[in-house]
């Protein structure tokens, strides 16, 4: 009996000593200890290592280790995050976000740029509030996200990736008229030109998808876009404008950029060890506007509406996403709720009745009916209640680790060869 229970606390220290099991459930037996069993070993495993007499005291359900798909547990804090695009705008205030929250940041731009307080903006900057977070960023500069071996093995380490990378034409390198950046740069950059870039929403998308999943990142969260009104094969889809290819490009790569990421992380094989997902997060008109908070933010699934949203915000819920496995394999829309727009009115109006609802409740909110006066006033001075041009779909109300949770995860669709059109020809 000696020999089995010397047997026993060998196998536990191994267990507890290998670098490669991950944290997991507290276990009782070493609660005063102030230790935690380890991970990636299966019930089964630990039948075949520990002496059938003494295996009841470890095996409780209760007490389980984690099972081979799900050692993660979505409450673990994360600690290091990389962005892509982090010399943008939504990537710096992503970034921003992360240090307020403590979180260190892998800065990943394709030019290279100088950490700065506010009060020190300038081109090919990355700025943030408190200089002395400074420490906390780690930049990666000449990442060219079309070519692979630029960033191969960067990611090892860090717990989640935001990407928030996007073409862009050539253009003019500007400032903000009225702001003391714009009046320290229009004179030395009057004839620079930004470095065009093209295909980073699909090609480049799949390559950071890619690398992420080889690094085995735990979370992949996607910046990409509502495109309401140029959805691939529905090109009739919602009202009728004039749209234009060039309009709907950046649109189409987005879209298709989406898929493949779904089919890249469907295709994980069963047994792979570590708990893999991305997230897709789908944005309206970007503003430069300051924060509203969850309150103000609608979710929404299916491309049914669209809206406005600020950046700051659009970067607490990227953040949030990053934070927790309850986003994990969902895409979704997001707006603030009183900005909300249908993409197709007729076909709101008519779902809006069916849900039993007045016209004037579909346009304005909860509070409204057929009977009640409308004044310019009242709507004003009316903080919007419920949801207007409901789908059925939206989730409001609630901070967005909560939020995440009513989201229906995405379901994979067979491709239907009889809808094969010459652009999805490559």
Do not use: W
């Not at 991950?22 to 495993?45: A, H, Q, V, W």
């Not at 789908?282 to 406005?308: A, D, T």
């Not at 409001?396 to 995440?404: A, T």
């Amino acid at each position: 009996m000696i020999s089995k229970i010397f047997l026993f606390i060998s196998v536990m220290t191994n267990i507890m000593l290998v670098n490669s099991f991950m944290y997991y459930n507290t276990c009782p037996i070493y609660k005063n200890l102030n230790m935690r069993f380890l991970g990636d070993i299966s019930r089964r495993n630990i039948l075949e290592l520990i002496p059938s007499t003494i295996a009841p005291i470890i095996i409780h359900p209760k007490y389980v280790l984690a099972y081979k798909d799900k050692i993660y547990n979505s409450d673990d804090k994360i600690n290091k995050v990389a962005v892509f695009g982090a010399s943008g705008y939504t990537g710096g205030d992503t970034i921003r976000t992360l240090l307020n929250k403590n979180i260190n940041v892998l800065a990943i731009t394709r030019r290279n740029v100088e950490i700065v307080g506010r009060d020190n903006a300038k081109i090919n900057s990355l700025v943030i509030d408190n200089i002395k977070d400074k420490n906390k960023i780690k930049k990666v500069s000449g990442v060219d996200i079309l070519k692979p071996e630029t960033f191969e093995g960067i990611l090892y380490g860090c717990d989640a990736v935001i990407f928030c990378a996007a073409s862009r034409p050539s253009v003019k390198v500007t400032g903000t008229p009225g702001t003391d950046a714009y009046e320290k740069m229009k004179n030395i950059t009057q004839d620079a030109i930004a470095e065009p870039s093209s295909n980073v929403e699909d090609i480049g998308l799949v390559n950071v998808a890619k690398e992420a999943i080889k690094s085995k990142v735990k979370r992949l969260i996607i910046v990409s876009s509502i495109c309401a009104k140029c959805q691939i094969g529905k090109e009739n889809y919602g009202e009728t404008i004039d749209r234009g290819f060039s309009s709907c490009d950046a649109c189409y790569k987005k879209q298709t950029g989406e898929e493949r990421v779904r089919i890249l992380y469907k295709n994980i094989p069963n047994n792979f060890k570590y708990n893999l997902s991305y997230t897709i997060i789908r944005p309206g008109m970007l503003s430069p506007g300051e924060k509203r908070g969850y309150k103000e933010v609608e979710f929404n699934q299916g491309v049914s509406k669209s809206g406005i949203i600020s950046r700051i915000d659009l970067a607490d819920i990227l953040v949030s996403a990053a934070e927790t496995d309850s986003s994990a394999r969902k895409t979704f829309e997001v707006y603030y709720k009183d900005t909300a727009q249908p993409v197709d009115m007729f076909k709101s109006l008519k779902t809006c009745k069916e849900m039993g609802k007045s016209v004037k409740e579909c346009f304005f909110g909860e509070g409204y009916n057929d009977t009640s006066i409308l004044s310019i006033d009242k709507m004003l001075n009316t903080t919007i209640k419920g949801t207007i041009f409901p789908s059925g779909k939206e989730i409001y109300g609630e901070v967005y680790s909560k939020m995440f949770k009513y989201l229906k995860e995405d379901v994979y669709e067979d491709y239907d060869i009889n809808t094969l059109m010459s652009k999805d020809i490559i």
